[in-house]
């Protein structure tokens, strides 16, 4: 039986930030592809802007391991893997434009999903061990993921669903 290396909530909360670093980081290279593959003007130009805030959102991350000392290194997040790869079959798969749009937004709003629950329970956790800090850049964060997802939400509201039909 393997032995544990997560023994304490500081090893823990390490850990998922690590996951973290890496998954936004696989979605700054996921990001152009959808954009580019997007045929909406109001989509890609929120997806895009999501890049540039993924973009600093990854520079956060870097401060957030400096408030706790340690190095920005990210191990690998499976999930977001998962979801880029689904995203990238939804946009295979699909021809017309304004379905591959609802597609990209369904799996965009996954990975945003995935990352507010994430970054909710980094925020927790630097609380509960006093990285005050921390928890305020993760927060930032947390409220920037929210505000995309709903954005995306109004997106696909707005016109893209309709279409789609």
Do not use: W
């Amino acid at each position: 039986m393997a032995t544990a290396k997560v023994k304490t909530l500081d090893d823990l909360f390490l850990n998922e930030l690590k996951d973290m670093y890496n998954a936004e980081n696989q979605l700054l290279r996921a990001l152009p592809k959808m954009a580019k593959k997007a045929k909406t003007e109001e989509l890609r130009d929120a997806l895009e802007t999501h890049a540039e805030e993924t973009q600093r959102q990854i520079e956060r991350l870097e401060k957030v391991f400096q408030e706790i000392d340690q190095a920005a290194k990210g191990k690998t997040c499976h999930a977001m893997k998962g979801l880029i790869e689904e995203g990238n079959e939804i946009m295979e798969e699909t021809s017309d434009d304004p379905v591959r749009d609802a597609g990209i937004i369904s799996a965009a709003q996954k990975v945003e999903h995935y990352e507010i629950a994430s970054y909710g329970t980094l925020v927790t956790f630097a609380r509960n061990l006093g990285h005050n800090k921390a928890a305020d850049l993760l927060e930032e964060t947390l409220n920037e993921e929210k505000k995309t997802d709903k954005l995306l939400t109004e997106i696909a509201e707005n016109g893209i669903n309709q279409e789609a039909e």
